[in-house]
């Protein structure tokens, strides 16, 4: 029951690309930008993405973040056994006056 | 490096306060364009936003919380801390804090603390 809707899990073998998507609407991704958050349980999670498709210094250009509307996505390429973890999306919510975010999507690297 | 560290007590009891403070180094508290935040996931739900403040003390809360939440800020302490009244075993979650950015566009959460574990239950 996350404000932002993203796919339980995903999964691929090493080397392959993914997808992950974020689904929200006009009050927060439709109308301001969304982060990508990788997160290893048990350890602070780590700003992936911003403002829908910017990185942060020292993130690989495997990372990559587009949006759309009101749904948002983020790929990884060349797959490696070390991306495997949850990633979450969140955005600034309008009505909220705050940030909302999705439930996380767990990858597994096959 | 920033860092942001959570502590206070693992375990409240129905009815209680909870308590949690996070301790920031790497980086002054004191300075402008950032926002101090609290963060939680309870069991089988998704991140919640709980609230957070600025330097200056100014505090903003999650409307679902605000009757029962209070963040207070200690630039002395390079501190902030998280008081969360008459909880219930529904606020049983993992508590993070964490660095928000109005420098980069859209605010996103640009340095995070590994979560606390806090448990209500008698």
């Known amino acids: 029951q996350s404000v932002l809707t993203q796919p339980p899990s995903a999964s691929g073998t090493p080397g392959q690309r993914v997808t992950i998507s974020c689904s929200g609407s006009?009050?927060?991704?439709?109308?301001?930008?969304v982060s990508w958050y990788q997160h290893f349980p048990g350890t602070a999670p780590k700003l992936l993405i911003y403002d829908n498709d910017q990185r942060p210094s020292g993130v690989p250009a495997r990372f990559f973040g587009s949006r759309s509307g009101t749904s948002a996505s983020l790929a990884i390429s060349g797959l490696q056994s070390d991306d495997e973890a949850d990633y979450l999306c969140a955005a600034w919510d309008d009505s909220l006056r705050g940030p909302v975010f999705g439930g996380g999507t767990r990858l597994t690297v096959l | 490096q920033v860092q942001l560290q959570e502590s206070g007590a693992g375990l409240a009891k129905p009815s209680q306060t909870l308590s949690l403070t996070c301790t920031v180094s790497g980086d002054p508290i004191n300075v402008g364009g950032y926002y101090w935040s609290w963060i939680r996931r309870c069991p089988g739900k998704g991140l919640e936003w709980i609230g957070y403040?600025?330097?200056?003390?100014?505090?903003y809360y999650n409307p679902s919380l605000r009757s029962r939440v209070a963040i207070s800020i200690d630039t002395s302490k390079n501190q902030f801390s998280l008081s969360l009244s008459s909880v219930t075993a529904a606020d049983t979650a993992i508590y993070y804090c964490a660095r928000g950015s109005d420098i980069l566009t859209g605010y996103p959460f640009d340095y995070w603390g590994q979560g606390a574990l806090v448990t209500v239950s008698s």
């Open positions: 403040t600025y330097f200056t003390g100014s505090a």
């Open positions: 006009s009050a927060n991704t439709g109308s301001n930008s």
